[in-house]
């Protein structure tokens, strides 16, 4: 049972990784003149929507959100609406975040807000997936025995490896390299999606190595 | 039982203090031998020469040499940046050049087209290699070091007397172009210049191109004397490619054009210097004294004869930089520069004896005399200001002096040319001379920045090794014999000093003191510290590593330029990297969320204590948010207030708020920005007003301290204010008022200043805020549950405060303990109102009688510190303060919600994430208040607040401006006992509502708790500073080793040297406070003692 759960999640995440190639790729092929410095919003979004899609349609199909008490239409929009809404704030949230740090206030402000969009599709879009709007179910996966599946220990990975990954991504902003990624918020972008990939990878791999020491609780 | 516990568990007062004076003194120590061999010092000689100094004595015989012809009417000075003296040779053999040889081949054939009119030298320059003292070091012929005393750190302009300045009092036109360097050094003293920005490294090109477009035209004109052009490409070639580039080849070759077609242009009567300023490493850097930087190029060129013996093999090979000043000087007939150290090149002068052949000028003996004379009345005016000079070289070089003057005269009498003899004396005095002075001036001393590292790293080891083990040092008192060793091992070493070498050199003997005595410490507690660490796993709090995580990158963050001139951003990052994690770890370690059940699985043995009821948890997550939330605005706003660094270029704006209001043109801006002002003083003096009035310290009628509350802090704000508005008035409006306001500006600075001075007096004198109110005799039912009181304070506090900090229970307790005792001690206690009816006491203040006084303090040295500042700061001194109580929450709720509040196991150690977020917002509200680790950044107008005409003396103004650089360090470091109270001042709060019973008064008593617990309130208060002692020490450390590795990097001294000085200079003010601030706690700790002898006269038995 754990060896499928795993594998399941290896594949799946194999496949969301590999969106990140093909929404790098795709536009190289489709748009002229495409680079990663010089079309870096393009590229951005590109990543960020490809995330998003194959998250959902992933998540969806293999079917772990959370259950759903009732079934009625209305709730499910309202749960939709309040899931986009959630994604909002949480944007806002990253943004203000990203503000706090040092990232200027007026200026750039849209590069900004687009770090903070990719940074909510690669962790908060996650976890609506996962669980839904609600964030004391969020706030209790991010505690040390909150996690009650290997889904939730991949969420906690991912998570924590796409935030560490946009922290060091802006290590190298001030030194006076002048290289083109040094420009705001390429670094941090780039980080945040390695660091995202990463954790993509690793949280299978964590989790078959740490398979014995691992006891969920039932929900 | 408990009679002995409290007399042997008393607070180890003394030997806390002892323990952090011989800590200070030790990273004292180290600083001062390292900055004693990496900063070199000379004291300036800020007088100049004249035409009548050179005069030969034996006035008449000989014409003075001003007022003749010089061998030379004009001159052209080509510097070329970072010009090796490699880059400048040609070898016909090497078939095969490096991109950086053979490509200056016009010196080589204007040198063996005729040896008379061209020579080519080895230009040694003195270390430190760096652009700006070079070109210092061969206008003043002087060796000059980083810190030349007496120079204005304000702006760079040379004060020494220089070529420049002899050129224009001479009446010499001179035309500059070039790095703009110069612009700085020698403001207005060009008669035209034409300087393009020097800043940016990797732009080979705008200096370069700048200057030949003007250069040709420029030769062409009439206007002109002495023309300096400087390119900068070579140099900026190396830094960015190294010599070994192709780009080199190119800007080499480029210059070849440049020198051949100057040549071109020159005329007979002009003479052409060509030289290096420096050379470069392999890697195309400079700065350090290794061969490769210091042997730069020089080239000498005249269409007239310029080597009137050109058959002389005695050509010297090696010129010293210095020695251009004297000879540039007697060739374009100007006196020598006052400081010169150097000597004139012989051979350039006609020898004695022979025909001048129609030349002009000196011969050789007359040119040395000159020189030797100069260089005596230098080394003369030098020796009785500085005492660097060693004196017995002082006597030797005087007798050399002697000799040298008594001969010359002489042979002048005769009416004989010179003998050999004598020139060689001459020019040995001269050696001599420069030789001393570059002994003591510019050398770095590696060993002693050696020791002075060690000894920084084996201080800091200390102090970590004190915060980790200060329990088991405090109760064996082992300070005494790290003592005896140190200054015994000091006054061997002295001994043995004076006895081989016959004076005393301080620096080791103190470094042999402070080392000795760190090792003996080391060595005594190796054992245990490995026996602890094994002992004792996981501190209690997980943060420890996170908080040293961000504490190295700030240390690794001083190693690099970049991050040190951005370093106000980078401190901010890090501030809130870590303010941020702390909730998120305290959430991933469960915290955060109320225990779903009460049943869950707890490791055995584990605290007794029960957990948090879950509202509780709820509250202490929402105060969490809410002091991250203010956190977060005063980090996101004290961005606003950041100054600009020089080398952040045009992309930095200065904050708006840095400016004095005077300075403020738009009179509606003006009014708004003393208002916002005006806004935040009110607040900053209300919001601690209001903090002593909760917790209950403004009651006591009497007491000083109170006193200095109520009344002097508020005094000292309005007058603050009124200071403000005197001062921002602009001077033309008001003009019937000039007088008024000008002895306003003097009187109302000063009044704040005594009212505060007055305030911290009375404060010291008197630390205590309580105040006790004897009550009527309780009725016997309330034996274990002292009643609500019924007394009212006069100040209007509010009935809740009266409830939950007043610490009536605490007496009662206090009676119990001593009623459980000898019957006797029950009687003494019941003296004033009988055996039966206890007296009902009531201590108002009690519970924060710790904080009280150094929140106090804090408040009045704060209100003076902006007194310093300019007007528009004060928001900044709000914001901190809002920061500081942010962090001292965030740290209380931590503490709270993590469940170590009432654990005694733990004592009250402080962990690290505090201490490190405390210090990190010292450095940055150094940012945010304006200053920068830079001298041109100093606020000077601090030293003229309330002395509007200026001192007589430094040390006031010192002080003011000292005072003013490192604010913030001062204030977080007297603040920084704060955060070993915060969690006991705050504990009242979740054990308040609704539950009043008889154990839950057991829990509040808030700061009284340290008074229980002597022993373990001593082992954290050493603890607590030793922490802070060890982050700060670390980042010195850090700087330290920026400034000894990097020392030949481009950038250190414009970014690290600067950078040491503030953070050491930080370090020592900042641990001089701390120590004011354990001091200060340690006086209340007396006085508390006192005071409870006075209410139990008993208890003293
Ligand atoms: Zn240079
Ligand atoms: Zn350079």
New binding site residues.
């Given amino acids: 049972m754990w060896d499928t759960e795993i594998r399941g999640m290896a594949s799946a995440h194999a496949i969301i990784a590999s969106s990140v190639f093909m929404a790098t790729i795709l536009p190289a092929i489709l748009l002229e003149k495409f680079s990663v410095y010089g079309m870096h919003l393009v590229w951005l979004y590109s990543v960020a929507g490809s995330v998003a899609v194959v998250n959902i349609a992933v998540f969806w199909l293999l079917g772990i959100s959370p259950p759903t008490k009732r079934h009625t239409l209305s709730y499910k929009i309202s749960r939709l609406v309040r899931s986009c809404l959630y994604f909002l704030l949480s944007c806002l949230f990253f943004h203000t975040v990203v503000v706090l740090y040092g990232a200027p206030l007026l200026e750039s402000a849209l590069e900004t807000f687009s770090l903070a969009v990719l940074l909510s599709s690669m962790t908060t879009l996650r976890c609506l997936c996962m669980l839904g709007p609600n964030v004391q179910a969020w706030i209790r996966v991010f505690s040390r025995d909150g996690a009650m599946s290997v889904w939730d220990t991949s969420l906690q990975i991912t998570t924590g490896c796409s935030v560490l990954g946009a922290w060091l991504g802006a290590f190298p902003i001030p030194l006076d390299w002048d290289r083109p990624w040094q420009v705001w918020p390429i670094s941090c972008t780039l980080g945040t999606t390695v660091g995202f990939l990463t954790g993509l990878l690793l949280a299978p791999v964590w989790i078959h190595c740490h398979r014995k020491q691992l006891i969920y609780k039932s929900k | 039982m408990r009679r002995t516990k409290r007399g042997t568990a008393r607070m180890k007062r003394l030997l806390v203090l002892g323990l952090l004076l011989w800590l200070c003194a030790l990273f004292y120590v180290g600083i001062f031998l390292f900055v004693g061999g990496f900063l070199l010092v000379r004291l300036e000689v800020n007088r100049t020469s004249t035409c009548e100094d050179v005069l030969s004595p034996s006035a008449g015989s000989q014409a003075d040499f001003c007022r003749t012809q010089p061998r030379f009417r004009r001159a052209v000075v080509l510097i070329i940046?970072?010009l090796k003296v490699d880059f400048a040779r040609y070898d016909h053999s090497n078939l095969s050049p490096r991109p950086y040889e053979n490509k200056l081949p016009v010196l080589q054939e204007l040198v063996s087209l005729d040896r008379s009119h061209a020579g080519l030298f080895t230009f040694q320059a003195d270390p430190p290699?760096?652009?700006m003292q070079?070109?210092k070091g061969f206008t003043t012929g002087s060796l000059p070091t980083f810190i030349d005393v007496g120079n204005n750190f304000a702006s760079s302009a040379i004060l020494e007397d220089n070529l420049i300045h002899q050129l224009g009092q001479a009446g010499k036109r001179v035309v500059f172009m070039g790095?703009d360097t110069w612009e700085n050094l020698f403001p207005k003293k060009f008669h035209r210049s034409l300087p393009f920005p020097s800043f940016n490294v990797k732009d080979l090109h705008t200096v370069d191109n700048g200057i030949l477009q003007h250069i040709y035209s420029t030769m062409k004109g009439e206007d002109w004397d002495v023309l300096i052009a400087h390119f900068?490409g070579v140099?900026h070639c190396g830094h960015r490619y190294g010599p070994d580039h192709p780009a080199m080849a190119d800007k080499l070759t480029q210059m070849n054009g440049v020198i051949r077609s100057v040549v071109e242009h020159l005329q007979n009567d002009t003479l052409l210097v060509v030289m290096?300023?420096?050379g470069m490493t392999d890697t195309g850097d400079?700065g350090g004294e290794s061969a490769k930087e210091t042997e730069a190029a020089l080239f000498l060129y005249s269409h007239a004869p310029l080597f009137p013996a050109p058959a002389s093999q005695a050509e010297p090979p090696v010129v010293p930089q210095t020695d251009l000043v004297p000879t540039l000087a007697l060739l374009l007939g100007i006196p020598i520069p006052y400081s010169s150290v150097g000597q004139v090149l012989l051979p350039l002068f006609p020898p004695p004896g022979h025909p001048q052949g129609g030349r002009s000028g000196p011969d050789q003996s007359e040119a040395l005399w000159v020189n030797v004379k100069q260089v005596n009345r230098f080394l003369q005016t030098y020796s009785s200001m500085a005492n660097d000079i060693p004196p017995d070289r002082l006597s030797e070089l005087r007798a050399a002096f002697a000799y040298v003057s008594s001969a010359y005269l002489a042979s002048v009498q005769q009416g004989a040319p010179a003998s050999p003899e004598l020139l060689r004396s001459m020019q040995a005095y001269l050696t001599s001379v420069r030789d001393t002075c570059r002994a003591s001036w510019a050398r770095f001393h590696p060993l002693k920045m050696a020791a002075g590292m060690v000894l920084l790293a084996g201080a800091c080891l200390l102090c970590y090794l004190l915060s980790e083990l200060s329990s088991a040092v405090l109760t064996e008192g082992a300070l005494r014999a790290p003592l005896v060793a140190g200054v015994c091992v000091g006054v061997c070493v002295a001994v043995a000093q004076l006895a081989s070498q016959g004076h005393l050199d301080a620096p080791w003997c103190l470094a042999a003191a402070a080392g000795s005595s760190e090792v003996l410490f080391l060595w005594r507690h190796r054992r245990r510290a490995t026996h602890s660490s094994k002992s004792r796993p996981s501190a209690p709090s997980q943060l420890v590593g996170a908080a040293l995580l961000v504490l190295a990158l700030r240390c690794a963050s001083l190693l690099s330029d970049s991050y040190v001139i951005a370093e106000g951003r980078v401190v901010t990052f890090l501030l809130c990297s870590l303010g941020l994690y702390v909730p998120l770890r305290l959430n991933w370690d469960g915290h955060l969320l109320p225990p779903p059940s009460p049943d869950s699985q707890k490791p055995p043995g584990a605290l007794p204590a029960i957990p948090l009821p879950a509202w509780a948890v709820r509250r202490e997550g929402v105060a969490l948010c809410l002091s991250l939330a203010v956190l977060a605005g005063s980090l996101c706003l004290s961005l606003a207030l950041h100054a600009c660094r020089e080398e952040q270029g045009a992309s930095c704006q200065p904050s708006a708020f840095l400016a004095p209001l005077a300075r403020m043109q738009d009179e509606r801006l003006r009014n708004l920005h003393y208002l916002l002002s005006l806004a935040a003083l009110a607040a900053w003096t209300h919001l601690l007003y209001r903090w002593l009035r909760h917790y209950g310290n403004l009651n006591a009628p009497g007491a000083p301290a109170v006193f200095a509350a109520r009344w002097l802090l508020p005094a000292a704000a309005v007058l603050t204010g009124l200071h403000w508005a005197v001062s921002a008035t602009p001077e033309d409006s008001f003009r019937s008022l000039a007088e008024l306001i000008r002895l306003a500006q003097s009187v109302l600075p000063r009044a704040a200043y005594a009212a505060l001075g007055l305030g911290v007096a009375l404060l010291w004198l008197d630390p205590l805020t309580v105040f006790v109110k004897h009550r009527a005799p309780a009725s016997a039912s309330t034996h274990h549950l002292p009643p609500p009181p019924r007394y009212r304070a006069s100040t209007g506090i509010s009935p809740q405060a009266e409830l939950h900090h007043l610490i009536p229970q605490l007496y009662q307790r206090i009676r119990h303990s001593l009623e459980d005792g000898p019957a006797s001690a029950a009687e003494a206690a019941g003296g004033s109102s009988g055996q039966d009816g206890r007296p009902a006491v009531e201590a108002y203040g009690l519970g924060t009688v710790y904080s009280a006084p150094l929140v106090l303090l804090v408040g009045l040295l704060g209100t003076g510190v902006l007194l310093l500042h300019p007007e528009s700061l004060a928001p900044a001194f709000l914001l901190m303060l809002l920061e500081a109580a942010a962090l001292l929450h965030i740290h209380a709720t931590c503490t709270t919600l993590s469940g170590q509040q009432g654990d005694h196991a733990t004592g009250f150690r402080v962990p690290w994430a505090p201490v490190v977020l405390w210090s990190l917002a010292a450095c940055q509200f150094f940012h945010a208040t304006g200053h920068l680790p830079t001298f041109a950044s100093l606020q000077w107008g601090a030293a003229f607040v309330g002395f509007p005409d200026g001192h007589t003396g430094t040390l006031l103004p010192a002080t003011l401006v000292t005072l003013n650089t490192f604010s913030s360090h001062i204030l977080f470091a007297l603040a920084c006992p704060l955060l070993l109270f915060w969690p006991l001042v705050t504990e009242v709060r979740c054990n308040k509502s609704g539950r009043s019973g008889g154990e839950e008064s057991e829990d509040v008593v808030m700061e009284m708790r340290l008074r229980e617990n002597p022993q373990q309130f001593s082992s954290a208060l050493l603890q607590l500073a030793a922490r802070y002692l060890f982050v700060c020490g670390a980042q010195v450390f850090a700087s330290v080793c920026a400034a000894a590795v990097l020392r030949r990097h481009l950038m250190v001294w414009q970014v690290f040297a600067p950078k040491l000085m503030f953070e050491a200079s930080g370090f020592l003010v900042g641990s001089v406070f701390l120590l004011l601030g354990v001091a200060l706690v340690l006086r209340v700790d007396v006085a508390v003692s006192g005071w409870f002898k006075r209410l139990l006269p008993d208890a003293s038995r």
């Fill in positions: 940046d970072a290699t760096t652009t070079r070109i790095d900068l140099d290096g300023d420096h400079h």
